[in-house]
C-alpha cells in the first residue's frame, strides 16, 4: 500500500526522501500554516452549528470522525499540495477503503500477494485507482507550477523536481508513493486523534472550562495565529495525555541491521522489532497506578516530569525516524480543539459504543458521537 515512499524504505532512498519531505515541515513553515488550518476548520463549526439550529438550538448529536477526516483532508492537501479538494477527498476515501480492507486480513502492513484472495483483487483495483487519482493531480499541479512561476515551492512541486532529477528512481513511482505516503500519514492519524480527543473531552467538562478559560485569554479577537498557538498550555495537555491513552500509531518498528544486544536480549541480525505504544503508555512501572486515567495534569511540567522515562513516551516514535509531521499535526490539532471548545459544550452521546480496533491505526470502531450545544 505505501510502496517505497519515505515510511517504508531505508538507507540512501530513504535517507533522500527525508531530506526532500522534513524541511517542509520545520516548525517556521508550519506556523505560517496557522491562517489556512483555520480556515480549514471553519466549515466544520458552521456545519454543527447550522445542526444545533436545525434543533432549535437544543443539544444534538453529531458524529464528529468524518468531520475530522475532512478537516484533515482539507489542511494536507492545501498546505503541501495546493491540489483540488475534490481530488483529495477521492483519494482519501479510496485509501481509508484500502486500509480497512487489508486490516480485515488480518494483515499489518502490505497484503498476501496471492490473486486469488477476493480482498486482494479489491486492493490492486483501490491502488491502481488511487495512482492514477495522484497522478492526475501531479499533472494538474506541474500545470499550476507552470502557469504561475512562483518563487515559494511547496512539497509536491520538490518532489517532482526531486523525481525528474534523481536517475536512480522511476519518476512516476517515487512521486505516486511518497504522495500516498503523505497522504496516508499525515492525514488519518491526525483526524483520528482529533476524534479520541473529542471523545475524552466530552466525559470530561471540567477540562473543557480549562481550554475555555485558556483561549479567551490567550487568543485575541477569539481567532488563534502562530505567536498564541504555541501558549496554549491547557491544549497541549489535553491533547498529550490523549495520545498517551490513545496513541494513533500503535507500533514502533526497528530491524536489526546487525546482531544487537539489548539490556540481555541478543537480537540476530534482520530481526525486525515491534514495540508496542499503547502498552507502553500504559505501564504503571512508567507511569504509576493511576497510568489508565485521563489526568492531562501530569504533563504539567512537560514530558520528562511525567513518567520515568523519556523512552516511555512515543507516540510520534522517536530517534532518526521520528514522526516528520509532528509539529504540522500538534499544531492542527491545537487550532482545531481550541476553536471547538471554545463554541460549543458537549458530553458523550449513549449511541457511543467504546471499542478502540487496531486498523493499522487505533481508531474508535463504531465512531465517536457527542450531544453537543452552542454556548
Ligand atoms: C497525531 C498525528 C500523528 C501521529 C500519532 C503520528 C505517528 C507517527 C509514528 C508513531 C511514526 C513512526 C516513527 C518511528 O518509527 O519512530 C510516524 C512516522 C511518520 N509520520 Fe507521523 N504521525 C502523525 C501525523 C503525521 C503527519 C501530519 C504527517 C505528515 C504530514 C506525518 C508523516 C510521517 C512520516 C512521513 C513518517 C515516517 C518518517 C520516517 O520514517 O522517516 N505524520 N508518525
Known amino acids: 500500500m505505501l510502496g517505497n515512499g519515505i515510511i517504508r524504505s531505508n538507507g540512501q532512498l530513504w535517507a533522500h526522501q527525508r531530506k526532500i519531505i522534513a524541511p517542509e515541515f520545520f516548525m517556521d513553515k508550519v506556523k505560517g500554516m496557522v491562517g489556512l488550518m483555520v480556515e480549514s476548520t471553519v466549515p466544520l463549526l458552521k456545519k454543527w452549528e447550522a445542526a444545533i439550529d436545525a434543533k432549535g438550538g437544543l443539544a444534538t448529536e453529531i458524529n464528529v470522525d468524518d468531520d475530522f477526516r475532512s478537516f484533515s483532508a482539507d489542511v494536507i492537501a492545501r498546505a503541501c499540495f495546493g491540489s483540488s479538494y475534490v481530488k483529495g477527498k477521492q483519494i482519501f476515501s479510496k485509501l481509508r477503503t484500502m486500509r480497512t480492507t487489508i486490516t480485515k486480513q488480518g494483515f499489518l502492513f502490505g497484503h498476501n500477494s496471492s490473486r486469488f484472495l477476493p480482498n486482494n483483487k479489491k486492493v490492486s483495483t483501490l491502488e491502481r485507482e488511487v495512482e492514477l487519482l495522484i497522478w492526475e493531480t501531479v499533472n494538474q499541479r506541474q500545470q499550476e507550477c507552470l502557469d504561475k512561476s512562483s ?12 523525481a525528474v532529477n534523481d536517475a536512480s528512481v522511476a519518476p512516476q513511482k517515487f512521486i505516486v508513493d511518497n504522495c500516498k505516503n503523505i497522504y496516508f500519514a499525515g492525514h488519518e492519524s491526525t483526524a483520528i486523534t482529533a476524534s479520541w480527543c473529542l471523545m475524552l473531552l466530552a466525559l470530561h467538562p471540567e477540562w473543557q472550562s480549562h481550554i475555555r478559560q485558556e483561549v479567551a ?24 495525555e ?18 544487537t544486544r539489548i539490556g540481555n536480549i541478543l537480537v540476530p541480525k534482520g530481526v525486525c522489532m515491534w514495540t ?3 502498552t507502553l503508555h500504559r505501564d504503571p512501572d512508567i ?19 511525567a513518567c520515568k522515562s523519556p523512552q516511555g513516551y512515543i507516540p510520534f516514535g522517536l530517534g532518526t525516524r521520528l514522526c516528520l509531521g509532528k509539529n504540522f499535526a500538534m499544531v492542527q490539532l491545537k487550532v482545531l480543539l481550541a476553536l471547538i471548545v471554545s463554541k460549543f459544550t458537549f458530553s458523550l452521546s449513549p449511541s ?8 493499522m491505526l487505533v481508531e474508535p470502531e463504531h465512531g465517536v458521537y457527542i450531544q453537543i450545544q452552542k454556548l
Do not use: C
Open 287 to 305: 507511569w504509576g497506578p493511576d497510568a489508565n486515567e485521563f489526568k492531562p495534569e501530569r504533563f504539567i511540567n512537560g514530558v520528562s516530569k
Open 217 to 240: 485569554k490567550v487568543f485575541t479577537n477569539g481567532l488563534p495565529d502562530a505567536d498564541s498557538i504555541s501558549r496554549l498550555k491547557m491544549v497541549t495537555m489535553v491533547i498529550q
Open 242 to 259: 490523549t495520545m498517551r491513552l490513545y496513541p494513533a500509531g500503535a507500533f514502533v518498528t526497528r530491524e536489526a541491521l546487525e546482531e
Open 352 to 359: 457511543y459504543r467504546h471499542s478502540p480496533v487496531f486498523r
Open 276 to 278: 508496542v505504544i499503547p
Open 151 to 162: 518563487g515559494q515551492k511547496d512539497l509536491m512541486q520538490l518532489i517532482l523536481e526531486s
